[in-house]
């Protein structure tokens, strides 16, 4: 992990509706600035010309977002501000197209199509998507077991299930649903791979028919036997 040099901050809290609005949308670019580079240094890793990184390094510098490192050999070294933001939840409201809730789902969603149109390109003859149904007399049939999972190296995976909670077992089923998120992050990245996203959405869904139990699976996986 990268040393914290005097300057960078361990938490920073953002007031500026501007500044709010680049933390959300600048996110990958901010990211590589965690240990002081130079913008040419990170163009390539961002994916972008190098002026392009350098115009917006100083945009963000100029939010607070970065600071000017140091200079060095004619270059100019920028860092994060600080390694945590922290952003009042009034300032981007839902209602808001980058608010809180609307900019998550919107970026998540356009990212995981993403994802999706490159496995399915991917896809076998009779691949099929599953959505079963049941009660509390007939339960939903478990997911098929795939043996032979697709050939693609980060298959997309949905997996959502609907039924009727009490708000004591909602909130514990979501919270064991984020400790394996906890635990991932606790393992850190793996020594080789891919950046990748796993997501977690639990919510309350008035509009779901109150009687049923329903579990729709859209997945590019392949669900292993149990050993």
């Known amino acids: ?25 600048d996110t990958h670019l901010l990211g590589l ?10 163009a390539a890793r961002a994916g972008m010309p190098a002026n392009l990184a350098h115009h917006h390094a100083r945009r963000l510098a100029g939010l607070g977002l970065l600071f000017e ?5 004619g270059r100019v070294y920028y860092q994060l501000r600080a390694r945590t933001f922290r952003v009042p939840s009034d300032l981007l409201p839902p209602q808001d197209p980058d608010g ?23 896809m076998r003859d009779g691949e099929e998507d599953v959505c079963s149904f049941g009660n509390e007399e007939h339960p939903a049939e478990p997911p098929e077991v795939i043996t032979e999972p697709l050939c693609a190296p980060f298959p997309a995976h949905l997996d959502r299930l609907t039924l009727r909670l009490t708000p ?7 919270r064991d649903l984020s400790d394996l998120l906890t635990r991932a992050s606790a393992e850190g ?15 309350s869904d008035p509009s ?17 036997p149990a050993p």
Do not use: I
């Open 168 to 174: 004591e077992r909602y909130a514990r089923l979501a």
């Open 69 to 73: 490192q140091r200079r060095e050999a």
């Open 208 to 224: 779901a028919d109150p009687r049923g139990l329903s579990r729709h699976l859209n997945s590019f996986l392949g669900l292993n």
């Open 1 to 25: 992990m990268p040393e914290l040099t005097p300057a960078q901050l361990e938490s920073l809290r953002v007031t500026d509706e501007s500044a709010a609005r680049a933390l959300r949308q």
């Open 100 to 122: 809180n809730g609307r900019g998550d789902l919107r970026d998540l969603t356009g990212r995981f199509l993403a994802a999706y149109e490159r496995c399915w390109a991917h």
């Open 189 to 203: 990245h793996s020594e080789t791979g891919a950046p990748c996203t796993l997501a977690l959405l639990t919510f």
């Open 33 to 42: 600035f965690l240990s002081p580079a130079s913008p040419s240094d990170v």
